[in-house]
């Protein structure tokens, strides 16, 4: 975690680092803020063929954001084995929609941290602006689930669509051309596979857009070099990114000398 607080990163630039799954840590405008991290084993407990495919990249304890938001109330996104030893429970903001917002109060995060956010509602802390957006649940034990855009005061932007079926109403309801989209690719329980993924992509014009929920679980895992070849049929093929585990991936600077051709 040190080292990513360390990442040397100019005023207007965002980095976000992948954790696996749909989670990341995201720094810009000189605030850090992390979505859905499931740092833990938890959900091989009730189904051993989500075991984890690769080791903890953060250890939950070292984690540390300004903002924690969680997307719904599934174990690979909400993760009381990640949440119980985060130790910045009393100073961090955790924004997530009602389910889920009461699950964090039940396993030890203070009520008087936790933002309720809903689709269409938005919620400002210092530099960062968060606003819920329409998803459509994976599960009736999950009805509220809710995508969220992140805007940095410096203009940098991202939207994590959560687990979610791609309806033509989520299509609708989503931020058009935000600069990253990070959207699940695996097909499964209610997810988009890889086509429609890209299709999701096309509709919605990002700058970058990269996938997620394919890596981490045999049960669950899809291949995004599929992503990838359909996001050039889409003719999005230089704007898809397959993100590296805990690598920066670097956005909104001005370019490098060596990309002016
Ligand atoms: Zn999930």
């Not at 994976?138 to 079926?165: C, K, M, P, W």
Request: glycine fraction near 6%.
């Amino acid at each position: 975690m040190q080292q990513i607080h360390d990442y040397p990163l100019p005023a207007a630039e965002a980095a976000l680092w992948w954790l696996g799954q749909a989670g990341y840590v995201v720094r810009s405008a000189d605030m850090t803020v992390v979505i859905d991290p499931y740092l833990s084993d938890s959900a091989a407990k009730g189904t051993p063929e989500l075991a984890r495919l690769y080791p903890v990249p953060i250890n939950p304890a070292e984690l540390r954001a300004d903002v924690y938001i969680v997307t719904h109330d599934h174990l690979d996104h909400l993760d009381p084995e990640t949440i119980r030893p985060y130790q910045y429970k009393g100073d961090t903001w955790f924004v997530a929609p009602r389910q889920a917002a009461g699950k964090l109060i039940d396993i030890g995060v203070p009520e008087n941290r936790v933002v309720v956010l809903h689709a269409g509602e938005s919620w400002k802390h210092g530099a960062v602006e968060i606003t819920g957006v329409f998803a459509l649940p994976s599960g009736v034990d999950v009805l509220d689930t809710t995508g969220y855009t992140i805007t940095f005061a410096n203009g940098r932007q991202l939207y994590h669509t959560s687990d979610t079926e791609m309806h033509p109403l989520v299509t609708a309801a989503a931020p058009k051309t935000p600069e990253v989209l990070l959207v699940p690719i695996n097909g499964k329980w209610g997810n988009p596979g890889p086509e429609q993924a890209a299709r999701f992509a096309q509709a919605l014009q990002p700058k970058y857009v990269l996938p997620n929920h394919y890596d981490l679980m045999a049960l669950n895992a899809e291949n995004p070099d599929t992503f990838e070849w359909f996001c050039r049929q889409y003719e999005l093929g230089d704007r898809c990114v397959i993100p590296e585990r805990m690598k920066p991936f670097k956005w909104g600077g001005k370019p490098e000398l060596n990309d002016i051709k």
